[in-house]
């Protein structure tokens, strides 16, 4: 019943934007951390920006300065705004949820939204 589907994603070009959106259902999700991930195809999954219930962020070294990670709590969305998009950003990305507890955690993800950014 847990649900997360991203939109958004698109063909841009080289230095263009773009933002993306994951609507969450089926959660509390207020007290989830939320995450956005991005897969090339043959390539491992990776972490690209983290937002706490409590507001902290976390960038990986090659975005920071370029997305922005945001959510909406009454929207149950949370947001990933793209500028200076260069070819490297183009990916499959996903929306992550994460809760934990001390016996207990839960992990979802959305089915992915692509981006591609030409060249």
């Known amino acids: 019943q847990v649900q997360l589907v991203e939109s958004g994603g698109g063909l841009v070009q080289p230095g263009g934007s773009l933002k993306l959106s994951c609507v969450a259902s089926?959660?509390?999700?207020?007290?989830?951390?939320m995450g956005w991930y991005r897969q090339v195809q043959g390539k491992q999954r990776d972490l690209v920006a983290t937002?706490?219930?409590?507001?902290?962020?976390n960038y990986v070294d090659s975005v920071k300065g370029r997305f922005t990670i945001s959510r909406d709590n009454a929207k149950n969305t949370v947001y990933l705004q793209m500028s200076s998009l260069t070819p490297e950003d183009t990916a499959v990305y996903y929306c992550?949820?994460?809760?934990?507890?001390?016996?207990?955690?839960?992990?979802?993800w959305g089915q992915g939204t692509q981006v591609t950014v030409s060249s």
């Open positions: 937002l706490t219930s409590g507001g902290s962020t």
């Open positions: 089926g959660i509390v999700f207020r007290i989830y951390e």
């Open positions: 992550n949820a994460n809760r934990k507890r001390v016996s207990t955690r839960y992990n979802y």
